[in-house]
């Protein structure tokens, strides 16, 4: 298929690491997102990372593309309960062609046990 | 204020009425977005514009209709609305230079 993959799931402790995985299926994606959905809210760009990368690292979030696998992860340090969240894998199939639809992945519910 | 802005937030409306729902922008970015959110299926675009007077359709376009008159402006219209229809809304515009989409805050639409 020509889905994102990403797990439904992922309960930790406060003061953890999160991990959250996904897979895409373009090689040739320009751009990869994470998102983040708060319950009630749209969706909140939390960090992208260019396809020539393999790692962003941006204060408590890090990024790890490793593009032979066609798999994205993102790090949350230290988690929070304010982390508590959907969080959404993107990636754009149509790079600088103009127009730039999206594909995500069906979201992971990131929950934080106190 | 600046940024994308959505609106009704919520509608409930019946099987078979016309719904327009509103989506504007302030960053003049040329690319808008319309897409639908819905348990167990994530974000499907629905229709997506490049600029003014242009649209072009997404994974799940039928049964909606979008204009794009002005650059800031993007409405999506149920022309007969469906249980099926019951959802929430996303809009969104993108940053050209880097594909980034911003994302208004929704509206949930309920069809009886």
């Known amino acids: 298929g020509e889905d994102v993959e990403q797990s439904l799931f992922l309960s930790v402790r406060e003061g953890d690491s999160s991990v959250i995985n996904c897979t895409y299926t373009?090689?040739?994606?320009?751009?990869l997102y994470w998102y983040k959905q708060e319950p009630g809210a749209g969706l909140q760009l939390l960090t992208y990372?260019?396809?020539?990368?393999d790692m962003k690292q941006d204060q408590r979030l890090t990024v790890l593309l490793n593009k032979k696998d066609k798999h994205l992860s993102l790090r949350i340090a230290d988690t929070q309960t304010g982390d508590s969240a959907i969080y959404f894998c993107a990636e754009s199939r149509y790079p600088n062609s103009g127009n730039t639809p999206l594909v995500f992945g069906k979201g992971t519910r990131l929950s934080v046990i106190a | 204020d600046a940024g994308i802005t959505q609106s009704p937030r919520y509608k409930i409306t019946e099987t078979g009425r016309q719904v327009t729902l509103m989506c504007h922008q302030t960053w003049s970015h040329s690319y808008m977005f319309w897409y639908r959110q819905d348990l167990g299926h994530g974000l499907r675009l629905i229709y997506y514009?490049?600029?003014?007077?242009?649209?072009d359709k997404g994974e799940v376009p039928d049964g909606y209709v979008v204009s794009r008159s002005k650059t800031e402006n993007f409405p999506l219209t149920l022309e007969s609305a469906t249980r099926s229809q019951t959802s929430v809304y996303f809009c969104a515009s993108s940053d050209s230079e880097t594909d980034t989409q911003y994302f208004g805050p929704g509206t949930r639409l309920t069809v009886l």
């Open positions: 514009s490049a600029a003014a007077d242009i649209t």
């Open positions: 373009d090689s040739s994606s320009t751009y």
């Open positions: 990372i260019f396809s020539n990368m």
